[in-house]
């Protein structure tokens, strides 16, 4: 999709400073979250989500996020994203220099108006005012723009989520200025089946070129098999956080994310390039488990270690991806 993709075959986007540490309870220092940043980006990252432009007053974790992006933004080859959840946001996100602004939106009504307080149609004019002012910069200046469609797999609070209901609001997403859309699974509620009928039916409205990545959750332990769905029907960015740090507040022992270290250990064993150095990967743990020694970081990869005669995907003689 973007010039990142370069000589690999998923991109692997890190989203652990974003999703992980909005869930935890301390917040880490900003130069913790360089640190962390900078170490990912030099075991092969290639994208990292750095945090979000929220109120500080919602979310003290994130208030530092402006910081957080100018750092990024001197690693050379790191496509450097931030979430935003609004126009304010993403004004900031401008101006803060960000590649890459992703704006949730959730698929469930009922959802949205608890989260963030806005209907469909209130969201869908704050997405049209973020496109129109990103159009108004000059073209190098411009940051890719996604709507995530949050709680596309089902809802805590209206329980299955209508596929046509996704499609339809994906549609009415990109008439209203994105450039893509993503399939976000919020809740944890994904089945492989349904990874591949909702991702195909997305797919058949809008073009397979406007649906690439997927945010999926380990919430109930189908995060892998969810993203081994995605990634055999051709999606090529998903999302993780390293130790699947986050968790998740409904479900004690479960992860939050994907956890990015057993991810590239089945893409690589798969044959998919990443581009990531696993070994370089596992010892980033060190800086999380230093700075937030509170927090559970789960992952079996690095518990278990790599298997004997391991070989990444770009060194593999055999087993390389036909894909
Ligand atoms: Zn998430």
Not at 44 to 64: C, W
Not at 129 to 156: M, V
């Amino acid at each position: 999709m973007t010039a990142n993709m370069e000589h690999i075959d998923v991109l692997v986007s890190e989203v652990g400073p974003r999703d992980g540490l909005q869930m935890t309870k301390r917040v880490m220092a900003t130069a913790a979250k360089q640190a962390w940043i900078s170490a990912e980006a030099a075991a092969g990252v290639r994208e990292i989500e750095v945090g979000s432009f929220v109120p500080a007053t919602v979310l003290p974790q994130m208030a530092d996020t402006a910081e957080v992006v100018a750092h990024a933004l001197r690693i050379e080859g790191l496509t450097v994203a931030a979430l935003v959840p609004n126009y304010v946001g993403a004004e900031r996100a401008i101006a803060a220099g960000v590649h890459k602004i992703t704006i949730p939106v959730s698929a469930s009504e009922t959802h949205s108006l608890r989260n963030v307080n806005r209907t469909h149609e209130q969201m869908l004019r704050e997405v049209r005012r973020i496109a129109e002012r990103i159009r108004a910069l000059p073209p190098h200046r411009r940051p890719g723009f996604e709507a995530g469609l949050s709680t596309a797999f089902g809802c805590t609070l209206e329980g299955p989520v209508p596929q046509d209901r996704v499609v339809a609001l994906a549609e009415a997403l990109l008439e209203a200025g994105c450039d893509e859309v993503g399939l976000s699974d919020t809740t944890g509620y994904a089945n492989p089946r349904q990874v591949r009928s909702l991702t195909l039916a997305v797919w058949r409205a809008v073009g397979q070129s406007k649906l690439s990545g997927i945010h999926l959750h380990n919430t109930r332990g189908l995060g892998l098999a969810n993203v081994l769905a995605a990634v055999d029907l051709g999606l090529t960015t998903v999302d993780a956080s390293l130790g699947g740090l986050g968790g998740c507040p409904f479900a004690p022992g479960a992860s939050g994310n994907v956890v990015t270290e057993d991810l590239v250990f089945m893409l690589e064993s798969m044959g998919l390039r990443t581009g990531i150095d696993l070994d370089a990967l596992c010892r980033v743990r060190e800086i999380l488990k230093q700075e937030l020694p509170d927090e559970p970081l789960y992952g079996m990869t690095p518990q278990a270690g790599l298997p004997k005669g391991f070989s990444p995907a770009a060194l593999a003689q055999t087993g390389g991806s036909e894909a």
